[in-house]
């Protein structure tokens, strides 16, 4: 089953305008990725951040993390239309020494240009 | 560094077939994981291996199967193909430890 759940599933704005998705979780976790796949293409990293932190910025983006929530979102600020993409997040959780990965379903982004 | 490869990138196969797909992770990953991604069931995580044994499995029958090489290399072979084995299926590479996976562009696999 699927830890992490997107929300909205579908997203529609104009560029320029900022993109919020939101990303909620069942279990504790070390820490949790987001990820953007264009269309029928692999997977691309966006950031990570741990368990300990609350928020982390990257260029244009800002993601947030609640543990007392489980639950976490991505904000896409000024957003182009290259951000067209769907956007994962994945949680992490040290298992028996290595690292167990799980995805949620997905936001699929579209910038109106 | 060269990224992660995956061979063939796309193949048509019908029901009852076998196929093995191939995965190259990034120079010095140890790592490799693989996914199958549909429509409908998002990405759904088969299996990792990490320096030729398998550490964690996810919940595929057994006509589902891989193994990873000295060279890190894995392939994945899936036997008696069913309609609904028709996905993208990525694979990603990491050092192993709780960092960024890097993912392959993937193999589309369209059974018929």
């Known amino acids: 089953s699927q830890q992490g759940e997107e929300d909205p599933q579908a997203l529609s704005i104009q560029e320029g305008e900022n993109a919020t998705m939101n990303c909620s979780y069942k279990t504790s976790i070390n820490n949790l990725q987001w990820y953007r796949q264009n269309s029928g293409r692999g997977l691309v990293h966006l950031i990570l951040?741990?368990?300990?932190?609350r928020e982390k910025h990257s260029g244009r983006l800002r993601v947030t993390l609640d543990t007392s929530k489980k639950s976490s979102s991505l904000l896409i600020t000024a957003s182009r239309a290259a951000d067209t993409a769907s956007y994962f997040c994945?949680?992490?959780?040290?298992?028996?020494?290595?690292?167990?990965?799980?995805f949620g379903i997905g936001t699929k982004l579209q910038v109106i240009p | 560094k060269a990224g992660v490869t995956q061979t063939p990138r796309y193949l048509i196969k019908t029901r009852g077939q076998q196929v093995t797909l191939s995965c190259s992770p990034i120079s010095g990953h140890r790592s490799v994981s693989w996914y199958q991604q549909t429509p409908g069931q998002g990405l759904q995580f088969l299996f990792e291996?990490?320096?030729?044994?398998?550490?964690n499995k996810g919940n595929f029958p057994g006509r589902f199967s891989g193994r990873q090489f000295s060279n890190s290399r894995s392939e994945m072979n899936v036997s008696t193909l069913e309609l609904g084995d028709s996905a993208l299926y990525l694979c990603?590479?990491?050092?192993?430890?709780?960092?960024?996976?890097?993912f392959g562009p993937g193999t589309r696999l369209l059974v018929l």
């Open positions: 994945a949680t992490a959780l040290n298992s028996g020494g290595y690292q167990k990965v799980t």
């Open positions: 990603a590479s990491s050092s192993g430890g709780p960092e960024t996976q890097y």
């Open positions: 951040i741990r368990s300990n932190e």
């Open positions: 291996y990490f320096s030729e044994t398998q550490r």
